[in-house]
Structure formats: C-alpha cells, structure tokens
C-alpha cells in the first residue's frame, strides 16, 4: 500500500542548530510532496511543495526540501532554527493528480534557547 | 477573502446526540475535504468532494456523512456521536485533488461525553 512515513514523532534542536525532519514515502511513481506546518492551536500552512520541477524546493521561513527518487526522501531542512520555528509539521503526499494528500503522522519541532 | 471558514469552533455533546460542522470557501476551489487530528495519528481523511456534486469515503468514513451543499459548503454531520469522536475536525479545499495545495481551515475542537 502507498504510504508516507515521518521518522520522528519528536525532534529538539537548540536554537541556530540545523533542522532535519524526515520523510519516506512508498511508491514506484514520483508522486507530489508537500510539507506543512501547525502551529499551537491553528489549521495547517503550506511550507513548500515539490511537482516534479527542480528537486530542490524553498519554501517559506527559510525552510526548503530535496526530492531524491533513488531514496524515496524528502527531507525538511533549516540551516539554523529558531524559537518561532516551534511547531508539528507534516509531510503529505498525493500519488496521482486525482487522489487526495496522504499525510503523515507529524513531527513536532522544539526549540530549545 | 476569508479563505476555509469552519462553525462552530467548539463543540460538547453527550453521547448520541448529532451535530452538524459546517465549512465553506470563497476561493472558487473544486475540491473540499474533511479530516480529524488525534494525537499521534496526524491528519486522517473522512470524506472529500472532488467537485460539486459528488462525495467520496477517506480512510476513516465510519459514523459520518456529508453533504457538498454548492460549490462553496460542504458540511460535515454526525448523527449518533460516540465517545471515539473525540477530536479536532479540520476542513480543507484545494483547486483539484492531489497535485493542488490544499488550504485549511482553523478547526472545530469537538469533545463526545
């Protein structure tokens, strides 16, 4: 079955430290990918989405991922994190154009001063 | 534009009673979907609208129905609600499915007794 796997239900960085936040997904096709962002009590925001143009995606509050096809990743980085970075964020993937955005179970980013 | 508007925000109800969700977009969108949030379990669809006038199931249908009232209103209903229900219901909408961001709306906060 098509899925989407967040490796991580929790990650603490100190504040200016690099942000890694993981995510596989299953599938033979490159499907679309996007990462969203929750902050405490609000819906979800879209950081970046990744639709088969450039493997590297910016995206908002200097956030960008990289699509790699051999290794069915795509990977949620920040060269140097800050407090406001504080948040759940979710991978999501759609494996066609005509099905709906697969999400995963979240990781939620502390940042630690 | 208010972008996905969701009523009412919170919401108690004893068990076997039945409430309606509402949500609405003024941005023109095809598609609209619902999820729940629980901790731990990300966001997991209900049911979705891909255009006015047709419904599907999600991953988790059990216990509720819809209604895409126009192209701008799709309600969300629980007729007898169970304990389990216990959630945050989000809507969303996007241009079509899959390839299209989706936008959310702020939640309602719904708690079964």
């Known amino acids: 079955a098509q899925s989407v796997t967040q490796l991580g239900s929790h990650v603490s960085v100190s504040e200016g430290a690099l942000v890694l936040l993981r995510c596989n997904y299953s599938s033979s096709v490159p499907p679309y990918l996007f990462w969203y962002v929750q902050y405490p009590n609000q819906g979800l925001q879209l950081l970046l989405k ?9 995206g908002i509050n200097g956030f960008e991922a990289e699509f790699k096809k051999s290794e069915t990743s795509f990977h949620l980085t920040k060269p140097s994190a800050h407090m406001s970075d504080a948040a759940e964020y979710f991978c999501a993937v759609s494996f066609s154009g005509n099905t709906p955005l697969v999400f995963g179970k979240g990781t939620r980013l502390s940042v630690i001063a | 534009n208010a972008g996905v508007t969701q009523t009412p ?4 109800l004893k068990t076997g009673q039945s409430m309606t969700l509402q949500c609405a977009q003024d941005m023109n969108h095809n598609s609209m979907y619902w999820y729940r949030q629980d901790p731990g379990m990300g966001l997991r669809l209900i049911y979705y609208s891909a255009s006015e006038g047709t419904t599907d199931k999600g991953e988790v249908p059990n216990g509720y129905n819809v209604s895409r009232l126009n192209k701008r209103e799709f309600s969300l209903r629980l007729e007898s609600a169970a304990p389990s229900q216990t959630s945050v219901y ?10 299209n961001e989706q936008f959310f709306g702020p939640g309602t906060r719904l708690t079964v007794l």
Do not use: D
Not at chain 1, 50 to 58: D, E, I, N, P, Q
Not at chain 2, 9 to 12: E, I, L, P, T
Not at chain 2, 91 to 99: D, F, H, K, N, W
């Open chain 2, 9 to 12: 925000k919170f919401q108690v």
């Open chain 1, 50 to 58: 990744y639709t088969s143009a450039a493997t590297l995606v910016k």
């Open chain 2, 90 to 99: 989000f809507c969303a909408s996007s241009t079509a499915s899959g390839m």
